[in-house]
């Protein structure tokens, strides 16, 4: 980092911020400008609070030149991350578009069974479903619990598709993880630290959620939990972020995928249905996170979207889903990737 000394600052001042940097561990070089001094500090400073550097009289801003997240950072790992999916086999991360759809929350046997069936023929490697379903309103439907968790399993059995589902608290995590492929962390979760922790001490990959109001840098330091607790299987998710527009339900910023690929080797899919909100917008953001480079998508699809027991507005019917896909290989071959 880099600390900008302010304008008439004393040699004391100087000496004694030196002295604070130097008892961090960092080595300091001081550069006199003609009408600045800065003090370069060397070493690996993001265990180092520059808050109380700040505060340190004479100093006028600290300027950091390395990003806080490290594990989860290019200058780490130069290489991308590939993530191997069972029982699929689809490597997220890799030239393949990994698609994984199904419905908001598991309802019944029958219609799961039926959807991972006509996913899978439309081309999708994952089934996503939750069993236990983070509701704004203790009104709404809170999901089947582990008879869900017991569908999924069976519609695996039949299908060989990944199954994809979220954990909302550490207490679940050993059940979820038992009858998951990949454990999903909810965008409400995202800085929930001691789940983080807890996902990342099992070894399932973790399908991780942007928050709704998490800047990218939140985002890479909350994938960071997880890797520095063993699990470096980590599939980064936008999901759309709050803003002040009402058109739809959360604002897409399909921009964090080349932004996040330009400081990270971890993947990134793109969720455009709770992105969007609406079946109109749904295809469209498939086809434009494609063509920005997701390596991914999770989409939501149900039989009968009408009756569904959450997200009704938001979920393609099996046809949409087929069309959609077939658009998806075109704009992922223009791109040069597979479906
Ligand atoms: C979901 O995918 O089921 C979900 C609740 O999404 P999010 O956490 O992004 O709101
Ligand atoms: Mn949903």
């Known amino acids: 980092m880099i600390v900008v000394m302010g304008l008439g ?22 550069i006199y400008g003609t009408d600045r001094t800065v003090v370069a500090a060397v070493g690996d400073k993001r265990m180092v609070d520059k808050s109380a550097l700040e505060n340190v009289p004479g100093v006028e801003k600290i300027v950091p030149i390395l990003a806080p997240y490290k594990v989860a950072s290019k200058e780490v790992k130069r290489e991308k ?5 069972q029982p699929s086999g689809a490597k997220i991360g890799s030239d393949t578009i990994s698609v994984i759809a199904g419905p908001c929350s ?23 479903g939750g069993a236990f379903k983070p509701r704004s ?34 207490k679940h995590v050993d059940l979820i993880s038992r009858y998951a492929d990949v454990i999903q962390i909810g965008a409400r979760n995202m800085q929930n630290f001691m789940l983080l922790q807890a996902v990342g001490e099992q070894s ?4 991780l959620k942007r928050g709704m109001s998490a800047t990218m840098e939140e985002f890479l330091l909350a994938a960071e939990y997880i890797i520095n607790a063993g699990n470096p299987n980590v599939i980064l998710c936008e999901r759309g972020i709050r803003t002040f527009e009402e058109y739809c339900r959360n604002t897409l910023a399909l ?13 990134i899919i793109v969720d455009p249905s709770h992105g969007t909100g609406h079946v109109y917008l ?8 494609v063509a920005a480079g997701a390596e991914g998508l999770i989409v939501e699809v149900h039989p009968d979207p009408e009756h569904a027991f959450s997200d009704p507005g938001q979920q393609l019917s099996p046809e949409q889903f087929q069309q959609t896909m077939t658009k998806i290989a075109r704009v992922a071959a223009a791109v040069d990737k597979k479906l």
């Open 204 to 207: 399932k990959p973790v399908l």
């Open 137 to 170: 309103s203790p009104y709404s439907f809170q999901g089947l619990a582990e008879k869900g968790l017991e569908y999924l399993a069976e519609a695996r059995e039949k299908t060989g598709l990944t199954v994809v589902t979220e954990v909302m608290t550490v």
């Open 255 to 267: 921009s964090l995928i080349p932004a996040i690929q330009r400081v990270s080797h971890l993947p």
């Open 282 to 289: 749904v295809e469209p953001m498939c086809l434009a996170a």
């Open 9 to 30: 600052h004393t040699k004391q001042q100087l000496n004694h911020l030196v002295a604070m940097v130097e008892k961090m561990g960092l080595s300091t070089h001081i």
């Open 81 to 85: 991350t590939v993530i191997s999916l």
């Open 106 to 128: 598991v309802e019944d046997r029958g219609r799961l069974l039926d959807t991972a069936e006509v996913i899978k023929q439309a081309g999708a490697v994952g089934l996503r």
